[in-house]
């Protein structure tokens, strides 16, 4: 017995650290992605990506608290009453179905920025980004306002243990419509949307990989080494010529199939890894009216759909190079550094510049045909003599 309860503390102290450790990484990285954005103004075109770690921010600083309380066995003897039950309840509908449409936003502005650059082009305005931005909140609000109907008259001042306060045992006789409509509108329509995204988006950064230009020829870098002796014509022949060449890597290097697919794997398995569990967990429970929690089962799921509020920072704004050159100017200016000159955003892997490769590929390709001439510039004058060679 003695060793049980020892392993059941342990156990329970490692769950307790987990969540606190979620918690604070959604703090800093959401808050680092938006001083990011805000203080560089070539930033404000990812205004979702800020509008999602603003809302995940809000996520961290009042659900994640909340569900601490109401997951942990060291807060077992908390209690609510009725109106914060209803408010916590309130707060874990609105604020995912906040952070999960807003990801869903993410990906349609993602399409039109790939598939249709120049319609994203001509009407993508501010006034478009707020109207969407306000949609979300409307449909979000009503959607939480649904779980405030149909509660007993228990009275604002009845007490409910802090553990039964959850989204299934919402004692609402409209939790079985409440369970249904909450999956489809915030978990189905949003798979399928963003699922039919990416897939559109992986077919144009295949078709943009095959049509690259060829990389360097293996005799820029493959040739030997000439002696000093040679003549300045045919140095300056081959600085031309390689600089002339387009600054892009071969498809094999920068742009395959398999990394694409790797990425959008990536970005599609972490939303269904989240959030899958939840919410079957959820509708089965409303469905089959159970009061009783199955053991840890409802803590695994709500803290591993948590989990997403601190990994999107990382997915939708960390991977960017310019937000993440942002925070290191950010950093040495706090600390008095100074600032160095980063690498230019064409040397970036494809990793890291996923959205920008493709749209820069599809640009070029359309004016390609009418700038096939070298222009003379781009040509060194041969009659100039280094001295000393």
């Known amino acids: 017995g003695v060793v049980t309860s020892s392993q059941s503390q342990i156990?329970?102290?490692?769950?307790?650290?987990?969540?606190?450790?979620?918690?604070?990484?959604?703090?800093?990285a959401n808050a680092g992605v938006m001083v990011a954005i805000a203080r560089a103004p070539h930033l404000k075109k990812f205004a979702f990506v800020?509008?999602?770690?603003?809302?995940?921010?809000?996520?961290?600083?009042?659900?994640?608290?909340?569900?601490?309380?109401?997951?942990?066995?060291?807060?077992?003897?908390?209690?609510?009453?009725?109106l914060e039950c209803q408010v916590y309840i309130f707060l874990n509908v609105f604020l995912i179905c906040l952070s999960i449409l807003t990801v869903t936003a993410i990906s349609l502005e993602r399409y039109f920025y790939i598939v249709h650059p120049m319609r994203y082009e001509v009407k993508m305005t501010i006034n478009l980004a707020i109207a969407v931005m306000v949609l979300i909140w409307v449909k979000s609000l009503l959607l939480a306002l649904v779980t405030q109907l149909g509660w007993p008259a228990y009275g604002p001042q009845s007490s409910i243990a802090a553990a039964h306060c959850s989204l299934h045992a919402t004692h609402s006789r409209l939790r079985r419509v409440f369970?249904?409509?909450?999956?489809?509108?915030?978990?189905?329509?949003?798979?399928?949307?963003?699922?039919?995204?990416?897939?559109?988006?992986?077919?144009?950064?295949?078709?943009?990989?095959?049509?690259?230009v060829p990389a360097v020829p293996t005799w820029v870098n493959t040739c030997p080494a000439k002696d000093r002796s040679d003549s300045i014509n045919s140095q300056t022949t081959m600085i031309a010529t390689t600089r002339t060449l387009p600054q892009r890597l071969s498809p094999e290097r920068a742009f395959s199939g398999g990394k694409a697919a790797i990425t959008l794997v990536f970005i599609v398995g972490q939303f269904l890894v989240c959030?899958?569990?939840?919410?079957?967990?959820?509708?089965?429970?409303?469905?089959?009216?159970?009061?009783?929690?199955?053991?840890?089962?409802?803590?695994?799921?709500?803290?591993?759909?948590?989990?997403?509020?601190?990994?999107?920072?990382f997915f939708y704004g960390l991977l960017n190079r310019q937000i993440r050159d942002e925070l290191v100017k950010f950093r040495r200016c706090c600390l008095n550094q100074p600032t160095e000159v980063g690498a230019s955003s064409q040397e970036a892997s494809f990793q890291e510049n996923f959205l920008q490769f493709i749209q820069r590929t599809a640009s070029t390709l359309e004016r390609r045909s009418s700038c096939s001439n070298p222009s003379p510039t781009n040509t060194l004058n041969q009659a100039n003599v280094i001295p000393g060679q």
């Open 179 to 212: 369970g249904v409509l909450f999956s489809v509108i915030c978990f189905l329509a949003p798979v399928v949307v963003i699922f039919s995204v990416y897939c559109a988006v992986y077919k144009v950064a295949r078709s943009a990989a095959l049509q690259q």
């Open 11 to 28: 156990k329970d102290l490692f769950g307790l650290f987990c969540m606190v450790t979620l918690n604070l990484i959604a703090l800093l």
């Open 275 to 313: 959030w899958l569990p939840y919410f079957i967990f959820h509708v089965q429970m409303s469905l089959t009216g159970s009061m009783q929690s199955p053991g840890d089962l409802e803590e695994a799921v709500t803290w591993l759909a948590y989990s997403s509020f601190a990994v999107n920072p």
């Open 50 to 82: 800020c509008h999602l770690c603003a809302v995940d921010l809000l996520c961290a600083l009042l659900l994640m608290p909340l569900g601490i309380i109401s997951s942990s066995p060291f807060f077992g003897t908390v209690v609510f009453t009725v």
